[in-house]
């Protein structure tokens, strides 16, 4: 059952879904479209799951689940992850590489292999004071307060020189 994602409380789940490069105007609109049905239709085990998405910097798709309603379980995880995979065919894009990491550079987002991040702290291209993106939250809470943070509050700090 489909929710507007600002109605979702704070300790909602959330998966966030990074894509390989921006999406395009018209791969939104059909995100968007694929998405809200999707959500419709999610379910545990027969019962409703009080679910939304949310698109941000036209590049990252975060599935959330209101586990107040109904808690998520292997089978309804496996669904949203068939979901993702028919987006990557369907738009020929790659949005499960836990291998691509991504930064900010000024206004813009670059994605790079993990190796290749590592180089750049080394080279200190990537500092402390770098913004990252922490796909490893787990919360709307955390999604809002610590997803988008300097490398040093994240995971990224252990390649930082």
Request: hydrophobic share 40%; with cysteine; glycine share 2%.
């Amino acid at each position: 059952m489909y929710t507007e994602y600002k109605e979702l409380p704070k300790n909602s789940r959330v998966w966030v879904y990074q894509s390989d490069r921006e999406f395009t105007a018209e791969e939104i609109e059909y995100i968007t479209a694929k998405a809200l049905v999707f959500i419709e239709n999610w379910t545990r085990h027969g019962d409703d799951l009080k679910g939304s998405f949310t698109i941000k910097y036209n590049q990252f798709l975060v599935l959330a689940v209101d586990e107040n309603f109904n808690n998520v379980s292997g089978c309804s995880i496996d669904a949203s992850v068939r979901f993702i995979q028919e987006l990557e065919n369907e738009l020929k894009l790659d949005l499960m590489d836990k291998m691509n990491v991504s930064f900010k550079d000024g206004d813009n987002i670059n994605i790079v292999k993990l190796p290749e991040f590592q180089n750049f702290a080394k080279a200190q291209k990537i500092t402390a004071e770098t913004v990252v993106f922490n796909n490893m939250v787990n919360t709307k809470e955390d999604f809002e307060a610590k997803w988008e943070v300097p490398a040093n509050q994240s995971w990224h700090a252990r390649f930082l020189v």
